[in-house]
């Protein structure tokens, strides 16, 4: 059996991607940019007051007359200031190329037609410079930004509203076994109700990712064939819950090596999650889950959303992680490798009770998983490697 | 002027919804429960094989007639064992009552009709007792529990179809300002482009709130007003940018009394977004921001987002914190409380250049937001409260 850190490594150079999309800049929260993006403009565009108050002509003294106003919006660039002059300016504004500094409103005593300044800033103040954000044709955004709410906000202050990100990759999800039944119908003795395809198709719409489709095959070879053909047909990524198992019913890696998929690795020492099998068909890649439902949505974390942002033009990488002060005592692991439901709070982390992969309810309560190294004693206060679910 | 601590306060007594409403599980990601969940069945709902092997009921010795099998989804209930009997069985099948435990398949010699085990495990070993994880009539989850795809799997597995919810806000966003044009176009001297409704409308569908209504909005009192009116008449939050200010063209504050919202604080020492406003009418909660998109931006992450997720049912919370590591030196802060534009990676965090309430280059560059108390002198090395945005 690999170590995670095996088949992590498998996964990330399995993942490739190079299609690239123009879509409208407000659908495009979570994607990569496929290309670096130049400013068109600078920005700002022109020189413009940092606040609310008069645009001033030096010459000497401190009072001066004033000649009228300057709107955000308006015109300013006919606007001529003489020395001992001020115009009232707003926030915003177009300072006139004649003006020496900005005095804020707050500083100053109006009078009729003319203004006292009791103590002048210095030259510039309050002017934010042409181009003092960017210039035009300077470097906005490298490729493999990833687009945010700012990105956005800024690409959208450059006057942007397309650009070239890369595509999304197409899901698919397919569950195997013949005990599965529906959620909100009666059940059969000896059946359960499915949930592993609406658990991923939520963590896959959690990070924007639609499911293109979503099968259910009973556990018979030709059954199992024929979904994956029809769903690997459609997908990038296909997502396998159960028959991955050492069963006689366990039909899916034959299934997959009967639909010409390469098996990269089948069984990571891990708990849970062992028999977790991962297969390419040329760039399609395929992730056969095992069926219990904490061990789909371990690995859905853990391997199956580092490779949709690799996909998508960003890292490797899935759950934000970091080092948080374990309150939990857990005796020393056996040679697998455990992914462990945990609550962070701050800068702590509990393990929480009731471990067991076929366990949702801890799951469901969970905040985090903790990640523990074969052969190793956890104490509390040691610093443990922490996964934030949310 | 009232501190960033005595604004959350305010914001935080203001926010008022007990409105529930049922949905689908399958759309009730980010939701948080209106009421406690009893479990509705027993689950497992019958003792269940947590492993492929062999049922098996003992008397003496480690040889076993071996009497058919069972597969995950078939009835069992009619299957006796007999002493010395064995049932083949796999990951789970409904196990029957007269086994005393499973054995797996790994662990057994399988000959014709018989089977030989060489050491047996404990009686009960690999059976998952019937409502082990949770029985029927129990708590399953709190009312006010945050629904993750984990929530989702979780109640599938117990048959539920449709839960109860507290509703999400409908908001709505108003821009004002003469100089705002929409990205795209082509600018006139003076003018700028408009980012703050997009920055917002994409900073809010990241957790999953639709925007009602956008509106822009020239510097005037009665437009202002007018669009007030229109959009607080749908909405439960209304977010306006710019206007409220000191500048002669600043109607936002006068035009919110005219539409009877009553001021719960204007201006917070903070930087950026000393102006910010904020207010209410009965239950409904305005946001006034100032216009500078970094400023909005920053208010929308400190102020909206707690309110949001307080409005929806969760604790008054925004994005996710923790004291980070400093690589960064900050001469001695002023009066005012500061949120500055940061890049956190592991346990550290850098402060980034470029701090200016105008800038969203930076913001756009940034995964965190680093809080300074007023007055404060931060050396490397030193622990500084962090805010990651992704």
């Given at each position: 059996?690999?170590?995670?850190?095996?088949?992590?490594?498998?996964?990330?150079?399995?993942?490739?991607?190079?299609?690239?999309?123009?879509?409208?800049?407000?659908?495009?929260?979570?994607?990569?940019?496929?290309?670096?993006?130049?400013?068109?403009?600078?920005?700002?565009?022109?020189?413009?007051?940092?606040?609310?108050?008069?645009?001033?002509?030096?010459?000497?003294?401190?009072?001066?007359?004033?000649?009228?106003?300057?709107?955000?919006?308006?015109?300013?660039?006919?606007?001529?200031?003489?020395?001992?002059?001020?115009?009232?300016?707003?926030?915003?504004?177009?300072?006139?190329?004649?003006?020496?500094?900005?005095?804020?409103?707050?500083?100053?005593?109006?009078?009729?037609?003319?203004?006292?300044?009791?103590?002048?800033?210095?030259?510039?103040?309050?002017?934010?410079?042409?181009?003092?954000?960017?210039?035009?044709?300077?470097?906005a955004l490298k490729k493999g930004h990833l687009v945010t709410p700012a990105t956005i906000g800024f690409l959208a202050n450059l006057g942007i509203s397309k650009i070239k990100v890369f595509t999304s990759p197409?899901?698919?999800?397919?569950?195997?076994?013949?005990?599965?039944?529906?959620?909100?119908?009666?059940?059969?003795?000896?059946?359960?109700?499915?949930?592993?395809?609406?658990?991923?198709?939520?963590?896959?719409?959690?990070?924007?990712?639609?499911?293109?489709?979503?099968?259910?095959?009973?556990?018979?070879?030709?059954?199992?064939?024929?979904?994956?053909?029809?769903?690997?047909?459609?997908?990038?990524?296909?997502?396998?819950?159960?028959?991955?198992?050492?069963?006689?019913?366990?039909?899916?890696?034959?299934?997959?090596?009967?639909?010409?998929?390469?098996?990269?690795?089948?069984?990571?020492?891990?708990?849970?999650?062992?028999?977790?099998?991962?297969?390419?068909?040329d760039d399609k890649l395929v992730f056969a889950l095992p069926g219990n439902p904490a061990a789909v949505m371990t690995c859905c974390y853990m391997y199956v959303l580092p490779a949709i942002q690799k996909f998508k033009g960003g890292g490797f990488e899935g759950l934000s992680s970091m080092e948080l002060v374990?309150?939990?005592?857990?005796?020393?692991?056996?040679?697998?490798?455990?992914?462990?439901?945990?609550?962070?709070?701050?800068?702590?982390?509990?393990?929480?009770?009731?471990?067991?992969?076929?366990?949702?309810?801890?799951?469901?309560?969970?905040?985090?998983?903790?990640?523990?190294?074969?052969?190793?004693?956890?104490?509390?206060?040691?610093?443990?490697?922490?996964?934030?679910?949310?």
């Open positions: 059996m690999i170590s995670t850190k095996e088949a992590l490594n498998r996964i990330e150079r399995a993942v490739k991607n190079e299609v690239v999309l123009t879509v409208e800049l407000k659908n495009s929260l979570g994607c990569f940019l496929s290309e670096d993006i130049e400013s068109p403009i600078d920005l700002p565009m022109f020189d413009q007051s940092a606040m609310d108050g008069y645009a001033i002509k030096l010459e000497d003294g401190n009072k001066f007359k004033t000649v009228g106003e300057i709107q955000a919006g308006d015109d300013a660039s006919t606007v001529v200031l003489e020395n001992n002059q001020a115009i009232k300016i707003f926030t915003g504004a177009m300072c006139p190329d004649s003006a020496d500094l900005v005095c804020r409103i707050e500083d100053i005593e109006e009078m009729d037609n003319t203004i006292l300044v009791n103590e002048l800033p210095l030259e510039g103040a309050n002017i934010r410079r042409k181009g003092e954000q960017i210039k035009k044709g300077d470097l197409k899901v698919a999800i397919l569950s195997t076994g013949n005990e599965l039944c529906p959620p909100g119908s009666i059940l059969p003795i000896g059946k359960i109700y499915e949930s592993n395809a609406v658990m991923l198709e939520t963590a896959l719409k959690q990070i924007d990712i639609e499911v293109i489709g979503s099968n259910k095959t009973l556990d018979t070879l030709q059954a199992t064939i024929d979904n994956i053909s029809e769903l690997l047909s459609q997908s990038d990524i296909l997502i396998i819950t159960g028959g991955i198992s050492v069963g006689d019913y366990d039909f899916v890696a034959e299934a997959l090596e009967a639909n010409d998929v390469e098996q990269i690795f089948h069984k990571v020492s891990q708990k849970p999650g062992k028999p977790f099998y991962f297969g390419t068909k374990s309150n939990s005592v857990i005796e020393k692991t056996n040679g697998r490798e455990q992914f462990l439901k945990a609550f962070a709070l701050g800068n702590e982390v509990s393990i929480l009770e009731g471990q067991s992969s076929a366990m949702l309810h801890t799951f469901a309560e969970a905040n985090a998983i903790v990640y523990l190294p074969a052969h190793t004693q956890l104490e509390k206060g040691d610093k443990v490697l922490t996964y934030k679910i949310y």
